[in-house]
Protein backbone atom coordinates (compact mmCIF):
# COMPACT_ATOMS: atom_id res chain seq x y z
CA UNK A 1 0.00 0.00 0.00
CA UNK A 2 1.54 3.42 -0.59
CA UNK A 3 1.68 6.38 1.19
CA UNK A 4 -1.35 7.95 -0.35
CA UNK A 5 -3.56 4.99 -0.10
CA UNK A 6 -2.41 4.77 3.81
CA UNK A 7 -3.72 8.37 3.87
CA UNK A 8 -7.01 8.67 2.40
CA UNK A 9 -8.10 5.05 4.43
CA UNK A 10 -6.96 6.57 7.72
CA UNK A 11 -9.38 9.86 6.72
CA UNK A 12 -12.08 7.48 5.61
CA UNK A 13 -11.67 5.82 8.96
CA UNK A 14 -11.80 9.33 10.86
CA UNK A 15 -14.93 10.49 8.76
CA UNK A 16 -16.11 6.70 9.78
CA UNK A 17 -15.32 7.15 13.28
CA UNK A 18 -16.57 10.99 13.92
CA UNK A 19 -20.10 9.59 12.35
CA UNK A 20 -20.51 6.91 14.06
CA UNK A 21 -20.01 9.00 17.08
CA UNK A 22 -22.73 11.73 16.34
CA UNK A 23 -25.00 8.14 16.22
CA UNK A 24 -23.61 6.95 19.37
CA UNK A 25 -24.22 10.36 21.40
CA UNK A 26 -27.52 10.60 20.16
CA UNK A 27 -28.63 7.11 21.15
CA UNK A 28 -27.63 8.13 24.77
CA UNK A 29 -28.88 11.49 25.03
CA UNK A 30 -31.99 11.02 22.40
CA UNK A 31 -31.17 14.30 21.03
CA UNK A 32 -29.70 14.81 17.59
CA UNK A 33 -27.68 17.75 17.23
CA UNK A 34 -29.49 20.35 14.72
CA UNK A 35 -28.74 23.49 14.73
CA UNK A 36 -31.17 26.27 15.67
CA UNK A 37 -31.62 29.03 12.65
CA UNK A 38 -31.30 32.58 12.78
CA UNK A 39 -34.88 33.01 13.52
CA UNK A 40 -34.56 30.80 16.25
CA UNK A 41 -31.64 32.52 17.87
CA UNK A 42 -33.32 35.69 16.94
CA UNK A 43 -36.63 34.52 19.72
CA UNK A 44 -33.62 33.46 22.40
CA UNK A 45 -31.75 36.66 22.18
CA UNK A 46 -34.90 38.35 22.12
CA UNK A 47 -36.20 36.53 25.83
CA UNK A 48 -32.75 37.00 27.28
CA UNK A 49 -33.18 40.80 26.74
CA UNK A 50 -36.34 40.56 28.17
CA UNK A 51 -34.95 39.03 31.01
CA UNK A 52 -32.22 42.06 31.14
CA UNK A 53 -28.82 39.93 31.86
CA UNK A 54 -26.54 42.19 33.47
CA UNK A 55 -22.79 42.94 32.26
CA UNK A 56 -20.69 39.80 33.00
CA UNK A 57 -23.45 37.19 32.90
CA UNK A 58 -22.54 33.98 32.87
CA UNK A 59 -24.70 32.43 30.09
CA UNK A 60 -25.00 28.52 30.15
CA UNK A 61 -25.97 27.21 26.04
CA UNK A 62 -26.74 23.14 27.25
CA UNK A 63 -26.43 20.94 24.40
CA UNK A 64 -24.31 23.82 22.24
CA UNK A 65 -24.15 21.58 18.90
CA UNK A 66 -22.24 23.13 16.14
CA UNK A 67 -22.48 26.41 17.93
CA UNK A 68 -24.98 28.45 16.25
CA UNK A 69 -26.65 29.37 19.25
CA UNK A 70 -23.44 30.17 21.63
CA UNK A 71 -22.41 32.21 18.42
CA UNK A 72 -25.59 33.66 18.08
CA UNK A 73 -25.81 34.84 22.26
CA UNK A 74 -22.29 36.16 22.29
CA UNK A 75 -23.00 38.37 18.96
CA UNK A 76 -26.13 39.68 20.97
CA UNK A 77 -24.06 40.23 24.41
CA UNK A 78 -20.65 40.83 24.12
CA UNK A 79 -20.14 41.50 27.96
CA UNK A 80 -21.76 37.95 28.63
CA UNK A 81 -19.85 35.05 29.07
CA UNK A 82 -21.27 32.06 27.14
CA UNK A 83 -20.21 28.83 28.33
CA UNK A 84 -21.46 26.06 25.37
CA UNK A 85 -21.58 22.10 26.88
CA UNK A 86 -21.22 19.90 24.27
CA UNK A 87 -21.17 15.95 24.21
CA UNK A 88 -21.03 15.24 20.86
CA UNK A 89 -17.63 14.97 19.69
CA UNK A 90 -17.99 16.44 15.64
CA UNK A 91 -20.61 19.36 16.43
CA UNK A 92 -18.01 20.16 19.96
CA UNK A 93 -14.81 20.73 17.25
CA UNK A 94 -16.76 22.49 14.50
CA UNK A 95 -18.29 25.00 17.16
CA UNK A 96 -14.44 25.30 18.76
CA UNK A 97 -13.59 26.01 15.28
CA UNK A 98 -16.30 28.42 14.42
CA UNK A 99 -16.05 30.49 18.06
CA UNK A 100 -12.24 30.42 17.78
CA UNK A 101 -12.22 34.27 17.58
CA UNK A 102 -14.57 35.28 19.93
CA UNK A 103 -13.45 35.91 23.51
CA UNK A 104 -16.08 35.88 25.00
CA UNK A 105 -16.90 32.17 24.28
CA UNK A 106 -16.15 29.39 26.08
CA UNK A 107 -16.70 25.55 25.37
CA UNK A 108 -16.68 22.36 27.35
CA UNK A 109 -16.80 18.73 25.87
CA UNK A 110 -18.88 17.06 28.30
CA UNK A 111 -22.39 15.88 29.58
CA UNK A 112 -23.97 18.99 31.36
CA UNK A 113 -25.42 16.64 33.74
CA UNK A 114 -22.10 16.51 35.43
CA UNK A 115 -22.00 20.49 35.84
CA UNK A 116 -22.74 22.99 38.12
CA UNK A 117 -24.49 25.47 36.50
CA UNK A 118 -24.69 27.16 40.11
CA UNK A 119 -23.07 30.85 38.94
CA UNK A 120 -25.41 31.22 35.56
CA UNK A 121 -27.67 34.49 35.05
CA UNK A 122 -29.33 32.36 32.38
CA UNK A 123 -29.26 29.29 30.32
CA UNK A 124 -30.65 28.13 27.40
CA UNK A 125 -31.14 24.96 25.65
CA UNK A 126 -32.72 23.31 22.31
CA UNK A 127 -33.02 19.58 23.09
CA UNK A 128 -36.04 16.92 22.91
CA UNK A 129 -39.40 15.89 24.53
CA UNK A 130 -37.66 13.08 26.75
CA UNK A 131 -34.70 14.76 28.44
CA UNK A 132 -36.85 18.03 29.72
CA UNK A 133 -38.02 16.55 32.74
CA UNK A 134 -34.35 15.14 33.98
CA UNK A 135 -32.87 18.58 32.69
CA UNK A 136 -35.69 20.19 34.71
CA UNK A 137 -33.99 18.35 37.95
CA UNK A 138 -30.89 19.34 37.38
CA UNK A 139 -31.85 22.97 36.94
CA UNK A 140 -33.99 22.42 40.65
CA UNK A 141 -30.14 21.30 42.07
CA UNK A 142 -28.07 23.62 40.72
CA UNK A 143 -29.71 27.01 40.27
CA UNK A 144 -30.10 30.03 42.10
CA UNK A 145 -33.69 31.31 42.24
CA UNK A 146 -34.64 33.45 39.61
CA UNK A 147 -32.24 32.14 36.63
CA UNK A 148 -33.39 32.95 33.46
CA UNK A 149 -34.38 29.97 31.26
CA UNK A 150 -34.96 29.77 27.68
CA UNK A 151 -35.98 26.44 25.82
CA UNK A 152 -36.27 26.30 22.65
CA UNK A 153 -38.72 24.47 21.05
CA UNK A 154 -39.12 21.90 23.81
CA UNK A 155 -41.09 23.56 26.58
CA UNK A 156 -41.08 22.05 30.63
CA UNK A 157 -44.34 21.10 30.71
CA UNK A 158 -44.80 21.75 34.57
CA UNK A 159 -43.71 24.77 34.50
CA UNK A 160 -44.99 28.35 34.37
CA UNK A 161 -43.78 30.13 31.46
CA UNK A 162 -43.31 33.78 32.31
CA UNK A 163 -42.78 34.84 28.14
CA UNK A 164 -43.41 33.05 24.73
CA UNK A 165 -42.05 34.03 21.45
CA UNK A 166 -43.72 32.37 18.51
CA UNK A 167 -40.50 32.41 15.97
CA UNK A 168 -41.58 31.64 12.21
CA UNK A 169 -38.66 29.09 12.42
CA UNK A 170 -39.72 24.91 11.43
CA UNK A 171 -39.86 24.48 15.57
CA UNK A 172 -41.62 26.99 16.92
CA UNK A 173 -42.03 28.82 20.15
CA UNK A 174 -39.02 29.56 22.61
CA UNK A 175 -40.21 29.76 26.39
CA UNK A 176 -38.65 31.88 28.98
CA UNK A 177 -39.12 30.57 32.89
CA UNK A 178 -37.58 32.17 35.85
CA UNK A 179 -36.62 29.38 38.06
CA UNK A 180 -38.43 27.32 39.27
CA UNK A 181 -41.10 28.84 37.77
CA UNK A 182 -43.17 26.16 40.00
CA UNK A 183 -47.17 26.28 38.92
CA UNK A 184 -49.37 27.76 41.59
C1 LIG B 1 -30.88 20.03 18.85
S1 LIG B 1 -29.11 20.26 19.16
C2 LIG B 1 -29.07 21.99 19.48
C3 LIG B 1 -27.71 22.60 19.26
C4 LIG B 1 -27.60 24.08 19.65
N1 LIG B 1 -28.09 24.31 20.99
C5 LIG B 1 -28.30 24.98 18.68
O1 LIG B 1 -29.32 25.58 19.08
O2 LIG B 1 -27.85 25.10 17.53
C6 LIG B 1 -28.96 19.54 20.82
C7 LIG B 1 -27.54 19.18 21.21
O3 LIG B 1 -27.54 18.82 22.58
C8 LIG B 1 -26.54 17.82 22.79
N2 LIG B 1 -26.83 17.16 24.07
C9 LIG B 1 -27.95 16.47 24.40
N3 LIG B 1 -27.89 16.03 25.67
C10 LIG B 1 -26.68 16.44 26.14
C11 LIG B 1 -26.02 16.29 27.40
N4 LIG B 1 -26.61 15.63 28.41
N5 LIG B 1 -24.81 16.87 27.56
C12 LIG B 1 -24.22 17.55 26.54
N6 LIG B 1 -24.79 17.71 25.31
C13 LIG B 1 -26.01 17.16 25.12
C14 LIG B 1 -26.69 16.93 21.56
O4 LIG B 1 -25.51 16.18 21.32
C15 LIG B 1 -26.97 17.98 20.47
O5 LIG B 1 -25.80 18.37 19.79
Known amino acids: MSGLDLLSTLAVLLVA ?20 NSTETA ?5 LRQAGLAEGAVVYELGSGWGSLVIALARAFPKAEI ?15 RART ?8 GNFHDHDL ?12 KPM ?8 RTLRPGTAVVSLSFWF ?12 GRLGAAALYYWPARRA
Open 17 to 36: ALCLSILIVQGLTGVPPLSS
Open 157 to 168: RDRQAAATLESP
Open 83 to 97: RGIEMSPLPYWVSRF
Open 133 to 140: PKLAALLD
Open 102 to 109: MPNVLLRR
Open 118 to 129: GDAQAVTCYLMI
Open 43 to 47: AVVAL
